[in-house]
Each structure stands twice: as C-alpha cells, then as structure tokens.
C-alpha cells in the first residue's frame, strides 16, 4: 500500500486516525489556555528571549542585522529564484491538469465567502502594507538609483521603449513570483484540513512523507520554523507600516518623526490590532478588510483618472508585455551582472514571500473552503498579479513622468537625493490636487492595513501554536498580537530597516526547504480526491 493510499484512508472518516491524531496533541491549558505544548513553549520563550537581547544590545543588533542580510542574499540567491521558479511552475500546471477540478472540502463543500469578501481578506492580509509603502519607491528607484545600478538586468532606460523599465522590475517582485509561495501554502493548508481532516497547521502537509511522525517532534520542528517565519516576516511588513505612517503624521499633523514616536504608533496600532482579534474573523478581520479595499480602490481611481486614464491604461498593458517577455530573463539566477538588483531587491523579496507564506498561506486556506483547485489557483495567482501590476505601474509610471518631466520633487527628495523610502507616497502625494484631503485618507489606509496584518497574523500564529486548532482561546490570540509589537519594535531599536529585512531573510532561507516539500505533498494528496 503506498503512503498516499494510507493517507486517504486515514481522514477525518476514520475513527482510528481521529484517535492517532488526538493522541499526538499532547496540549495543556495553564490559565484557560489550549496550549500546543513544545510548539508554543518553545517559541514564544525563544522570541522573548530575542526581544529582550535586541533591546538590551541595540547596537550590536544594528550591526549583526546590517551584516545578516546581504550576506544571505548573495550566497543563497540562486537557491531562492530556482526554487520560486519551481513553484511557479507547479502552480501554472495545477490550473490545467485534471486534479484542478478538486473541490477544497470535497464535492459538496460550498463557500463560506463572497468572491468580493474572499478577495479583499486575501489581499488586505496578503500586500497592503507592501502596495502602498513601494508602489511609488520601487519603480522610481529602480530607473533613477545613481548611475542606474539598481536597474532591472541593466536596460538602458534612454533606450525607446525602456522607460518604465523600473515597473517591470517591481511587478516581477509582486507578481507570480511572490503569489506563487501563498499559492503553493494555502492550498496545501486548505487540502490537508477540509479534505484530509487533519488540524490546520504546517506538520499536516508533510503526512505523505512522515506518516504518524507528525505528531512527534517533527512535526514540532516544522511548526516552529513556520512561527518563526511568520512572526519575522510578518514584522517585517509592521515595522515598514509604522515607519509610514510616522513620515505620514509629520506630513499631515507637523509630528516630528523619532523612535518614541515610531513606538509608539506599534504600540498603539496593536491596541486597535486587539480590538479587531477580540471581535474575531468575521467581524472584525473581514470588516476592517472591506473598509481597506473600498479605501484602497477609492485612492486608486482617483490617481488614476488625477494622472491621466489614458495614459495609464496604456502604460499598464506596455509593461505587461515587457513583464511577460523578460520574465525568463528575471528568473534566472546565473550569470546576473545586474547585482543590485538582484542580491538587493529580488533574493530578499523572494526570502521575504516564503517567510510571509505560513502566514498569508494559512489565512487564506481558512477562508477558501469550497472552492476548486483551479479557482483558488487562478484566483490567488494570477488576479493579484494583474491587480498588484495595475497598482504599480499607475503609481509608480505617473510618478516616472513627473520625474522625466522635471516635477515630483517630494519624490526626488525621498528616494534619489536623500533615501527616505517611507516618504515616497506622500512626496508623490504632494504633487496632485486635494492633498490635504487624500494625504489623512493615505494615512488612515496605512494603519487600517497595519491592522489587518496584525490580528490575521495574529490568527495564524496562534491556530499554529494550539496545534491547528483555529477556536483557541482569545488569550492566546492578545498573547501572539502583543508579542508581534514587540519584536517589531525590538528590530527597529536594534538596526531599523536593515535589521527588519535581515530578520525576514533569515528565517525564509529555511522556509524555503519546507515549501517545496509541500508541493509533492499537496498533488499526492490531490490525486487520492474524487473529482
């Protein structure tokens, strides 16, 4: 009998795996907790212990961090963009081989969401943050770094035709490469615990291959990594946030900005991130992700038709074809002369996406029962990328023309005379009509998406800790939303940017090994299921 027979045969149906598998949870409940005891023991002592040490030995955080990360990003790059482009490749197939017609949670199962409410969760937990603190710093960046060595395989820009060369290096970074990872997770989640029965957490994937050693201390190793992962990828994206919205409050109310200031903002964003964890999935997490996407189209469509309709769609579909055509180019690892570009921006963006994918993963398998394969693939593939692609390039193309035409000198100060990459937006910002009316609204958006982050992280983590069950006690989901403020502000005290970025590479190397496992387990799974 082969491994994937045995697992089939050992779901939810089964009485005897539901003994295996309550056998092997081995929780306690100190203080009303449900606690999953090695996972949840052992990170949670491991973070403290590197919150504490960060904030007592700032400088030598700043230093080791500062360090950290370029070293990982040189040596491991070609290991990262191989192994996207496995992924990517894997889910390109799911959308045509027969298996695609899977249903998450079986023939019967319908969903639980709207595509509208379905799609706004999936991209409030999944970009938010991201779209609006680089929509208009990568492009310009990229086409304006002194002598344009941070340019994409290093094209000319005076050349015809390349002067949005900038946009097409960012939609690669926030295309199929970066969804391909909370594709490949999501679904693996979603199959192993609405088809297979098992508890929602990573251990389950791997049954094809470990069998009943899940339970043991496998299964506790690969549960940690993805909390740490999660918690350093997901803090990452907070750090970047409050650093936003404090050059956003300087902008908009004269706050000088400063470290107490910034820590202040975690501090209190958490507090609003607990009242949202406290009201739960639907309302709170899915509410706040509604009134996210209605801000967010709503600032869209008016830079849009501000900066030019016309020229924007026809921007929009420019790139496209040049994204489409240089992508085998930009996903290859060997014989790279464009470094800065490379070991900079794309090996951290892809250890940044693995290290986000436990996290946005399993968010989005919580909330994809019903679907089939081939929906939830094109659906958390290729919809965002044409979505994130249109967002880039009409933010960061019109801040392009501005600069090509010798304005946007709030962009000019921020990202080309003076690297400021937090006031990017609102340097942009400044020069469009209404700016004291969009610029609060900017800002409300950042925090509401620094919020949503939060308490979905915040799920996520503790569903992980209590060992894939996802109606912990509310304790537990205030304990993981305070410890993710914390080491968001013990990372900026202890090295700023550097350190935030170094701490995501760090552990989404690892990650990477227990990703593409994933991808044999999940088709084994699929090719047991009725379609």
């Given at each position: 009998?082969?491994?994937?027979?045995?697992?089939?045969?050992?779901?939810?149906?089964?009485p005897?795996?539901?003994?295996?598998?309550?056998?092997?949870?081995?929780?306690?409940?100190?203080f009303?907790?449900?606690?999953?005891?090695?996972?949840f023991?052992?990170?949670?002592?491991?973070?403290?212990?590197?919150?504490?040490?960060?904030?007592?030995?700032?400088e030598?955080?700043?230093?080791?961090?500062?360090?950290?990360?370029?070293?990982?990003?040189?040596?491991f790059?070609?290991?990262l963009?191989?192994?996207v482009?496995?992924?990517?490749?894997?889910?390109?197939?799911?959308?045509f081989?027969?298996?695609?017609?899977?249903?998450?949670?079986?023939?019967?199962?319908?969903?639980?969401?709207?595509?509208?409410?379905?799609?706004?969760?999936?991209?409030?937990?999944?970009?938010?943050?991201?779209?609006?603190?680089?929509?208009?710093?990568?492009?310009?960046?990229?086409?304006f770094?002194?002598?344009?060595?941070?340019?994409p395989?290093?094209?000319?820009?005076?050349?015809?035709?390349n002067?949005?060369?900038?946009?097409?290096?960012t939609?690669h970074?926030?295309?199929?490469?970066?969804?391909?990872?909370y594709?490949?997770?999501?679904?693996?989640?979603?199959?192993?615990?609405?088809?297979?029965?098992?508890?929602?957490?990573?251990?389950?994937?791997?049954?094809?291959?470990?069998?009943?050693?899940?339970?043991?201390?496998?299964?506790?190793?690969?549960?940690?990594?993805?909390?740490?992962?999660?918690?350093?990828g997901?803090?990452?994206?907070?750090?970047?946030?409050a650093?936003?919205?404090?050059?956003?409050?300087?902008?908009?109310?004269?706050?000088?900005?400063?470290?107490?200031?910034?820590?202040?903002?975690?501090?209190?964003?958490?507090?609003?991130?607990?009242?949202?964890?406290?009201?739960?999935m639907?309302?709170?997490?899915?509410?706040?992700?509604?009134?996210?996407?209605?801000?967010a189209?709503?600032?869209?469509?008016?830079?849009?038709?501000?900066?030019?309709?016309?020229?924007?769609?026809?921007?929009?579909?420019?790139?496209?074809?040049?994204?489409?055509?240089l992508?085998?180019?930009l996903?290859?690892?060997?014989?790279?002369?464009?470094t800065?570009f490379?070991?900079?921006?794309?090996?951290?963006?892809?250890a940044?996406?693995?290290?986000?994918?436990?996290?946005?993963?399993?968010?989005?398998?919580?909330?994809?029962?019903?679907?089939?394969?081939?929906?939830?693939?094109?659906?958390?593939?290729?919809?965002?990328?044409?979505?994130?692609?249109?967002?880039?390039?009409?933010?960061?193309?019109?801040?392009?023309?501005?600069?090509?035409?010798?304005?946007?000198?709030?962009?000019?100060?921020t990202?080309?005379?003076?690297?400021?990459?937090?006031?990017?937006?609102?340097?942009?910002?400044?020069?469009?009509?209404?700016?004291?009316?969009?610029?609060?609204?900017?800002?409300?958006?950042?925090?509401?998406?620094?919020?949503?982050?939060?308490?979905?992280g915040?799920?996520?983590?503790?569903?992980?800790t209590?060992?894939?069950?996802?109606?912990?006690?509310?304790?537990?989901?205030?304990?993981?939303?305070?410890?993710?403020?914390?080491?968001?502000?013990?990372?900026l005290?202890?090295?700023?940017?550097?350190?935030?970025?170094?701490?995501?590479?760090?552990?989404?190397?690892?990650?990477?090994?227990?990703?593409?496992?994933?991808?044999?387990?999940?088709?084994?799974?699929?090719?047991?299921?009725?379609?």
């Amino acid at each position: 009998m082969t491994q994937s027979q045995t697992m089939n045969e050992k779901d939810s149906r089964d009485p005897g795996f539901q003994t295996q598998f309550e056998l092997g949870q081995d929780n306690i409940r100190p203080f009303g907790l449900d606690i999953h005891n090695p996972v949840f023991l052992i990170s949670s002592l491991l973070i403290i212990a590197f919150v504490l040490l960060a904030l007592a030995n700032q400088e030598a955080s700043a230093a080791f961090f500062g360090w950290l990360r370029p070293l990982l990003t040189s040596e491991f790059d070609w290991f990262l963009v191989i192994s996207v482009d496995i992924m990517l490749l894997f889910c390109l197939a799911l959308i045509f081989l027969p298996v695609g017609k899977v249903r998450i949670g079986g023939k019967d199962a319908r969903p639980d969401y709207s595509y509208a409410g379905w799609i706004a969760m999936m991209f409030a937990a999944g970009i938010g943050i991201g779209l609006l603190f680089f929509g208009v710093l990568e492009p310009t960046y990229y086409n304006f770094s002194e002598g344009g060595n941070a340019r994409p395989l290093n094209i000319d820009i005076t050349e015809p035709g390349n002067e949005y060369i900038g946009i097409v290096g960012t939609i690669h970074h926030w295309g199929l490469g970066g969804w391909c990872v909370y594709a490949v997770v999501g679904l693996t989640l979603a199959i192993f615990a609405y088809n297979k029965g098992m508890p929602m957490t990573l251990r389950s994937a791997f049954y094809p291959i470990l069998g009943e050693r899940v339970w043991g201390w496998w299964g506790h190793t690969i549960d940690t990594l993805a909390v740490f992962a999660t918690l350093f990828g997901l803090t990452t994206s907070l750090g970047l946030g409050a650093q936003q919205v404090a050059f956003g409050l300087n902008e908009v109310a004269g706050i000088e900005t400063s470290n107490t200031v910034v820590v202040l903002l975690i501090i209190g964003i958490t507090a609003i991130a607990l009242g949202s964890v406290l009201l739960g999935m639907d309302k709170g997490v899915k509410r706040l992700s509604e009134i996210n996407m209605l801000m967010a189209v709503a600032l869209f469509i008016f830079v849009f038709f501000v900066t030019g309709a016309v020229t924007a769609i026809t921007r929009y579909f420019n790139v496209m074809v040049d994204y489409i055509t240089l992508l085998p180019a930009l996903s290859n690892p060997f014989g790279r002369e464009d470094t800065s570009f490379f070991h900079g921006w794309t090996t951290f963006y892809w250890a940044w996406w693995i290290a986000w994918s436990p996290f946005v993963g399993m968010f989005i398998a919580r909330i994809s029962k019903g679907r089939t394969v081939r929906e939830f693939v094109l659906c958390a593939l290729i919809a965002p990328t044409m979505v994130c692609a249109l967002w880039m390039s009409t933010f960061g193309g019109a801040a392009i023309d501005m600069l090509n035409a010798g304005g946007a000198e709030g962009v000019r100060a921020t990202v080309i005379d003076s690297y400021k990459p937090e006031g990017a937006l609102f340097g942009f910002l400044t020069e469009l009509p209404l700016y004291n009316i969009i610029a609060p609204l900017a800002l409300i958006l950042i925090v509401i998406f620094f919020v949503t982050s939060s308490d979905s992280g915040s799920l996520v983590i503790d569903t992980i800790t209590a060992g894939g069950k996802m109606d912990a006690p509310v304790s537990q989901r205030v304990f993981w939303c305070t410890l993710e403020g914390l080491v968001a502000i013990a990372l900026l005290l202890g090295g700023g940017l550097a350190a935030l970025q170094g701490a995501a590479v760090s552990t989404g190397i690892p990650f990477t090994i227990v990703v593409l496992l994933m991808c044999w387990c999940v088709y084994a799974a699929l090719r047991t299921e009725e379609r």
